[in-house]
């Protein structure tokens, strides 16, 4: 060492130019719509709704629950209800091991979660998709848990809102799985029979069986900024009718313009949004949701 680096020590220790040095992943999201590259806590935070442009990512069954409901008084409804293989069915791999991949990526049993609570004090049954497993569809437990959501809610006499993210029937449990169109639709004509109100908020994507089901039967449609919304997918569409679709087709605003949607809502706004509209539909004060 040399008189000089002895009475100028170095503030930066010197480094191996071979050591490559490790960054954690997942740390930071590209907004797909902006490309803004987003730290991944901000982005959660804020209900992972791009801060920059407003688009709204896909967002988790538990963690949309979370932000939307009423800290207190929560409760799961029909969480003991689990799948069967009862068809045996085997395509590329077996039913029970695609649950199993499933549960081990989501942490849940099946694609739907019940739960009772509040938002703004108003007492309610929500239903909320879990789009992480097996792309959110409809199989015997999603119908059943959904039913006893909606009677939980006649016998509280509650309102029952539900949010859809899923790509339609569970070809798994094949013709089973398209009964549960007519058993969830006959549960909510019972909640209609009892005056209650029934809000659909239709997310990205809301597609198949659900979307030609209950999606677009609430007494209010709501749905997220540009969420797509439909029975086929555009390129099936395109390919079977051999047209070009018009710009925005199936998206939220498209339907919105169409009648088959009520309104549109920000996710930060969901929870007045909602309450204001059951409010109105229960005859509520208006300072209930203030």
């Known amino acids: 060492m040399s008189w000089l680096e002895k009475l ?29 590259v987003l730290y991944k806590t901000d982005l959660e935070h804020n209900q992972n709704v791009c801060p920059t442009c407003g688009h709204h990512h896909r967002i988790g069954a538990r963690a949309r629950l979370d932000a939307f409901l009423d800290a207190e008084g929560r409760y799961e409804i ?5 799948p069967v293989d009862a068809l045996k069915f085997k395509d590329s791999r077996r039913y029970p091991e ?3 991949e499933a549960l081990e990526n989501t942490g849940e049993t099946d694609a739907l979660i019940v739960m009772g609570g509040a938002v703004h004090s108003i007492n309610l049954v929500v239903a909320c998709f879990e789009f992480d497993f097996m792309g959110g569809s409809m199989g015997s437990v999603v119908g ?21 993210a899923t790509g339609g029937a569970r070809m798994q449990e094949g013709l089973l799985s398209l ?19 029934y809000i659909s908020v239709l ?4 597609m198949g069986g659900v979307s030609a089901g209950f999606a677009f039967v609430g007494d209010i449609v ?21 047209v070009t679709l018009p710009e925005g087709f199936q998206r939220a605003e498209f ?9 549109i809502s920000d996710r930060r706004q969901l929870r007045k949004t909602i309450a204001s509209s059951l409010a109105m539909l229960q005859r509520q004060p208006a300072d209930a949701v203030e």
């Open 222 to 242: 709501i749905a997220e900024p540009r969420a797509l919304i439909g029975f086929a997918g555009p390129r099936v569409i395109e390919s079977t009718v051999r």
């Open 203 to 206: 997310t990205d994507p809301t």
């Open 98 to 100: 695609r649950l199993k």
């Open 255 to 263: 339907l919105q313009t169409k009648g088959a949607v009520d309104l």
């Open 78 to 82: 029909g969480q003991e209800v689990l």
């Open 179 to 197: 009964m549960q169109m007519a058993k969830t639709n006959a549960a909510l004509t019972r909640l209609a029979k009892k005056g209650l109100p």
């Open 8 to 36: 100028l020590p170095p503030k930066i220790a010197k480094t191996d130019p071979n050591e490559r040095r490790q960054v954690p992943e997942g740390l930071w999201i590209k907004c797909p719509s902006c490309e803004t």
């Open 144 to 164: 059943e848990r959904f039913v006893r959501g909606v009677e939980t809610a006649i016998e509280q006499k509650v309102p029952f809102v539900c949010f859809t």
